[in-house]
C-alpha cells in the first residue's frame, strides 16, 4: 500500500502561481506512475496531469495544457505540480495518485489504485 500526502495548497489570486507535492512512502516510489487530479464542488474527479515512472512522459488535460508542468524527484519521493497562470476556474481540490507501472500513465481514476486526502486550491479573481 502506497501513502501519498499532498502539500502546497492555498489562495491565490488569478494569474499567480502555485506549487504542490505529493509524498509517497510505502512502495518503491520509481516504479511507481503519479497522477493530479482534482474536483471541483458539485463536480467529478477529473484528470489534470500524469507522469510516468522516469518522468519521459507527461500527459495533460487539455485544460492545463500549458500552464501546468508535471515533474517528480525520485531521490525525494516527491511527485510535484506546477501552475502557472491560475483562473478562478483551477479552483478544488487537488489529489496525489499513484499506480504500478504497467502501461502509459492514465487518465481515469479508476487506473489508480492509492490516493492522498487532498489539498485545497483557491483562486480568486
Known amino acids: 500500500q502506497v501513502q501519498l500526502v499532498e502539500s502546497g495548497g492555498g489562495l491565490m489570486q488569478a494569474g499567480g502561481s502555485l506549487r504542490l507535492s505529493c509524498a509517497a512512502s510505502g512502495r518503491t516510489f520509481r516504479y511507481l506512475i503519479m497522477g493530479w487530479f482534482r474536483q471541483a464542488p458539485g463536480k467529478e474527479r477529473e484528470f489534470v496531469a500524469a507522469i510516468s515512472t522516469t518522468a519521459s512522459i507527461t500527459r495533460y488535460a487539455d485544460s492545463v495544457k500549458g500552464r501546468f508542468t508535471i515533474s517528480r524527484d525520485n531521490a525525494k519521493n516527491t511527485v510535484y505540480l506546477q501552475m502557472n497562470s491560475l483562473k478562478p476556474e483551477d479552483t478544488a481540490v487537488y489529489y496525489c495518485?499513484?499506480?504500478?507501472?504497467?502501461?502509459?500513465?492514465?487518465?481515469?481514476?479508476?487506473?489508480?489504485?492509492?490516493w492522498g486526502q487532498g489539498t485545497q486550491v483557491t483562486v480568486s479573481s
Open positions: 495518485a499513484s499506480r504500478g507501472d504497467l502501461g502509459l500513465p492514465g487518465v481515469s481514476p479508476y487506473e489508480y489504485d492509492s
